[in-house]
Structures are given as C-alpha cells and as structure tokens.
C-alpha cells in the first residue's frame, strides 16, 4: 500500500538505539533505481524496518511511499526493529543499545530498562547466547562490551573510533581493574617506597623531589594523543588539536633537562597518529621541539612490535613499529659499547674440481668474531634478546631477562648507566621501567598521576 510519506515518523526505539548515518549514497541509490523493498511500518506509522530510507527519500522529496504495514504487540516492536537491522553494520555502542533493549524479554523477572546505559550486573550465559543469536555477533562478544562499558565506558568511543579493537580494550580494561581492585584490597602495600625504587602519585611536570644533575638515565613514553582517555577531565594526551599535544609534551619534559646529569641519557618512546586520514608526524614534531631546547639527538630507534594493533584498511600499510630516540645534554655522555651477535659465516673450501674429487680434503672454517658488532637502530624481539644476553654480564646481573617490551629498557639501562644509577620515568604507568632497573641493580623513581603498581 501506499502512504503520504508526511503521515510517517521514526519509531522511538530506532531513533534511541540506532545513529542516522550518512545517506548520501543510499539517496543516489534510491534516485537510481527506486525503493527495492517497502517500509515497514506500524498502525500508528512508526516506521519499524527503513529509517535511513524514509531520510533519504525525503530528501529527495518523495510524495508518497510503498510500505508494509504490520500491527505487532508492543512488547514485540523491539524486537521486530533489531531483527530487521541484524545484516546491518553496528557501531559497538549500537550493539551495546540493542543489547539493552532486548534484555528485559529475555531475562524473567527483569523490569524494563530506565536508559540506555545501565549495565546488568549479572547476565546468564544463556540468556547472552539468545541475545547474541538476535543480534548476529558471538556471545564472547557481547561478554567484553558488556564489561567495557560497565568499567569504563569511554574505551567504547575507541572502538568505535578505531583506536583500538574490542579485544584490545577488553584487555586494557580487565588489567586496570584488576590492579584498582588490588589496590582497593591492601591501599597500605599499593605503593612500597625503598631506596632503590620510589614513587610518586603525582604529574611530573616539575620533578620537585629530585635534585639537579641526578639521573643518570631517563626512559618513558608519555601518553600518545587522541588514543585514551587518560584523564577524564582531559590531561595530556587529550588536546583538540595535535599542535596543543605536541606543544603541551614539549613542556612538559622540560624539566628532565633539570634532574639529568650532564652525561645521562634521556630514551624517549613516542607512536603517532593518524587523524582524517592524516599521519601526523608527532614523534618528530615533539623531538625537534626538545633540539629547540639545546637536547641532542643520537638515535632515532625502530621498535619492531611484536604484536602491532590489527589493522583493516584497504588503502595504507599497517602501523608495525614506534620510535624510541636517545637524546642526551652534551656530546660527553656515559655510553657502554653494546654489542649484537655476528652470523657465523660457514664456508667449505675445496680443491677446483680438475685438481681434487676427494671431499675428505675439503675444509669447513667457522668464522667466529672475538667481539660482536654494533648493534643498529632497528631493534626486533630477536635483536634486543640476542644483545642483552652478550652484555648482561659484564654490565648488571639479570637472573632472567624480563619478556618482551621489558628487554626495550634492558638495552638503555645497560648502555647508559652503572650499578646504582639512578634511572628516572616521567610517566611510569605500571612500573616496567622501574622493575628492570631493580632487577639490575640500579635506583628508580617514578611519576604518575595514576596508581597501577
């Protein structure tokens, strides 16, 4: 049958769980070749099945409208409107909405929801396995939105902005709650302060508790931009703009010109980011920010990540690696020759074949080096693995070499410092930096404005 589209209207549900996203193509579609299936719709006009379609053909300024019309029972509309968008692509909180949605008709007992952003406490497996046969995703699936967006609903966005995938976040998440709910059990033991390994909960942008000329070794990654949120009433990390970011970084490292020793070594881990398609370039932008404030470059390191973030474009190479550059205050730094395996070349030498057929005359020379050799500015797992087992001798004593990206600060505190050196992390996060430098012998301290260890 066919109606005045003035006389339809969105249904409430659709408008709550579903975003109106770009018809432009649809519209062309549609002005192309017409409506291939009719909207459905309810007695009160409501439309149950079509919503992008009813947008786009009023934009092109439809008159009337082929629909189907159905009279459901009103429990029963809710359903109706997630099955008929089941082939659709879902943002994560679209998946999350229908998830809230349906709910309350599959669990007994259960009162109808009060919005869309109340998490269930407890969800029966069963009833995630109906739910996630309603919606066309895995229950697992379902399972880690759930706990997401009922720990920290932010990570959500993420997703759905592609800065991380919904393992990814899940992970992240658990991890942080599992060291907040340890924290929570012993507050007393959540920080343990000695001399050999210090912290402070505190921002790091005025290091007041080190003196001058202290360290002897400063590594950290500050957080990377536009990729977490860190801090929820913004921070670092957060800015508008990546000019702010990269401005704001700059700054704030300028107090670790202060506390390093004029031969210390400043080991500074960045990533970059795109935005609107666009590879920033900050890593960059932020180390020749700090040339500009008389540090000096001597490497710009290739971390090969082991597991790199999946990526699913189909228009650029997947992101693999991140930097790590060696600044330093003067030519005159403390720097302990690290070396890497050389390949043993095996060659046979033989007789030409016109002089001797014997292979028992043939000779096999192993080349075996009595030093290893320079070990370059792409570190792999194997490259940093390799290394440290040559050094770790002769410079610290490591029972067993921490796993990979621990082995990332392995290699710094072996070539920058000695034995109860003080090393310094500006952004400690979880303590990585901190329990390497323990682990060989060297003092640590550490900043930040969140408690993980």
Same mark, same amino acid.
């Not at 519209?27 to 909207?39: A, K, N, T």
């Not at 370039?281 to 404030?293: M, S, T």
């Not at 082991?306 to 330093?328: D, G, R």
């Not at 095996?346 to 080096?369: A, E, L, T």
């Given at each position: 049958?066919?109606?005045?589209?003035?006389?339809?209207?969105?249904?409430?549900?659709?408008?709550?769980?579903?975003? +109106?996203?770009?018809?432009?193509?649809?519209?062309?579609?549609? *002005?192309?070749?017409?409506?291939?299936?009719?909207?459905?719709?309810?007695?009160?006009?409501?439309?149950?099945?079509?919503?992008?379609?009813?947008?786009?053909?009023?934009?092109?300024?439809?008159?009337?409208?082929?629909? $189907?019309?159905?009279?459901?029972?009103?429990?029963?509309?809710?359903?109706?409107?997630?099955?008929?968008?089941?082939?659709?692509?879902?943002?994560?909180? $679209?998946?999350?909405?229908?998830?809230?949605?349906?709910?309350?008709?599959?669990?007994?007992?259960?009162?109808?929801?009060?919005?869309?952003?109340?998490?269930?406490?407890?969800?029966?497996?069963?009833?995630?396995?109906?739910?996630?046969?309603?919606?066309?995703?895995?229950?697992?699936?379902?399972?880690?939105?759930?706990?997401?967006?009922?720990?920290?609903?932010?990570?959500?966005?993420?997703?759905?902005?592609?800065? +991380?995938?919904?393992?990814?976040?899940?992970?992240?998440?658990?991890?942080?709650?599992?060291?907040?709910?340890?924290?929570?059990?012993?507050?007393?033991?959540?920080?343990?302060?000695?001399? *050999?390994?210090?912290?402070?909960?505190?921002?790091?942008?005025?290091?007041?508790?080190?003196?001058?000329?202290?360290?002897? +070794?400063?590594?950290?990654?500050?957080?990377?931009?536009?990729?977490?949120?860190?801090?929820?009433?913004?921070? +670092?990390?957060?800015?508008?703009?990546?000019?702010?970011?990269?401005?704001?970084?700059?700054?704030?490292?300028? *107090?670790?010109?202060?506390?390093?020793?004029?031969?210390?070594?400043?080991?500074?881990?960045?990533?970059?980011?795109f935005n609107n398609g666009n590879l920033l370039n900050i890593p960059h932008r932020i180390v020749i920010g700090l040339q500009e404030q008389g540090w000096l470059l001597r490497n710009t390191i290739i971390w090969?990540?082991?597991?790199?973030?999946?990526?699913?474009?189909?228009?650029?190479?997947?992101?693999?690696?991140?930097?790590?550059?060696?600044?330093?205050?003067?030519?005159?730094?403390?720097?302990?020759?690290?070396?890497?395996?050389?390949?043993h070349d095996y060659k046979i030498h033989s007789s030409p074949r016109h002089r001797s057929m014997n292979p028992s005359k043939s000779k096999m020379s192993p080349y075996i080096p009595r030093e290893g050799k320079?070990?370059? *500015?792409?570190?792999?797992?194997?490259?940093?693995?390799?290394?440290?087992?040559?050094?770790?001798?002769?410079?610290?004593?490591? $029972?067993?070499?921490?796993?990979?990206?621990?082995?990332?600060?392995?290699?710094?505190?072996?070539?920058?410092?000695?034995?109860?050196?003080?090393?310094?992390?500006?952004?400690?996060?979880?303590?990585?930096?901190?329990?390497?430098?323990?682990?060989?012998?060297?003092?640590?301290?550490?900043?930040?404005?969140?408690?993980?260890?």
């Amino acid at each position: 049958m066919k109606v005045n589209v003035s006389k339809l209207k969105h249904h409430p549900l659709n408008t709550e769980i579903y975003l +109106l996203s770009s018809i432009q193509d649809l519209i062309i579609s549609i *002005d192309e070749v017409g409506l291939l299936q009719p909207l459905v719709v309810n007695k009160k006009y409501e439309v149950l099945s079509g919503n992008r379609r009813l947008e786009a053909i009023r934009s092109l300024s439809w008159k009337k409208v082929n629909v $189907e019309l159905i009279n459901p029972e009103p429990d029963e509309e809710s359903n109706l409107i997630v099955h008929y968008n089941k082939q659709r692509v879902k943002s994560c909180r $679209e998946l999350l909405n229908e998830v809230f949605i349906l709910l309350p008709g599959f669990e007994v007992g259960r009162g109808k929801r009060t919005d869309l952003t109340s998490v269930p406490q407890n969800t029966s497996g069963k009833t995630r396995d109906k739910i996630a046969d309603t919606i066309g995703i895995s229950s697992s699936q379902i399972g880690k939105l759930l706990f997401i967006q009922k720990t920290d609903p932010h990570y959500i966005k993420l997703i759905d902005d592609g800065h +991380l995938t919904v393992s990814q976040a899940y992970l992240t998440v658990q991890r942080q709650k599992n060291q907040q709910d340890s924290l929570n059990e012993n507050p007393d033991s959540a920080i343990e302060n000695t001399k *050999d390994f210090r912290f402070y909960n505190k921002s790091s942008h005025h290091m007041s508790e080190i003196k001058n000329n202290t360290a002897s +070794l400063i590594f950290t990654s500050p957080p990377y931009w536009n990729k977490r949120n860190y801090v929820k009433d913004g921070g +670092l990390g957060n800015e508008k703009s990546d000019k702010d970011y990269v401005t704001n970084v700059v700054c704030h490292l300028k *107090d670790c010109k202060r506390i390093l020793k004029n031969d210390g070594s400043f080991f500074l881990n960045l990533g970059d980011t795109f935005n609107n398609g666009n590879l920033l370039n900050i890593p960059h932008r932020i180390v020749i920010g700090l040339q500009e404030q008389g540090w000096l470059l001597r490497n710009t390191i290739i971390w090969k990540k082991t597991n790199p973030k999946p990526s699913s474009s189909k228009t650029n190479l997947s992101q693999t690696y991140e930097f790590i550059f060696h600044l330093v205050k003067s030519l005159n730094y403390k720097y302990q020759h690290t070396l890497g395996p050389m390949k043993h070349d095996y060659k046979i030498h033989s007789s030409p074949r016109h002089r001797s057929m014997n292979p028992s005359k043939s000779k096999m020379s192993p080349y075996i080096p009595r030093e290893g050799k320079n070990v370059g *500015d792409y570190w792999s797992e194997d490259v940093v693995t390799s290394s440290v087992a040559m050094n770790i001798k002769s410079n610290g004593s490591l $029972e067993h070499p921490a796993p990979f990206p621990e082995k990332i600060v392995i290699l710094p505190i072996l070539q920058s410092t000695d034995n109860n050196d003080l090393v310094v992390d500006p952004f400690m996060g979880t303590g990585t930096t901190g329990n390497v430098a323990n682990s060989l012998g060297r003092r640590f301290i550490g900043y930040d404005i969140r408690t993980f260890r």
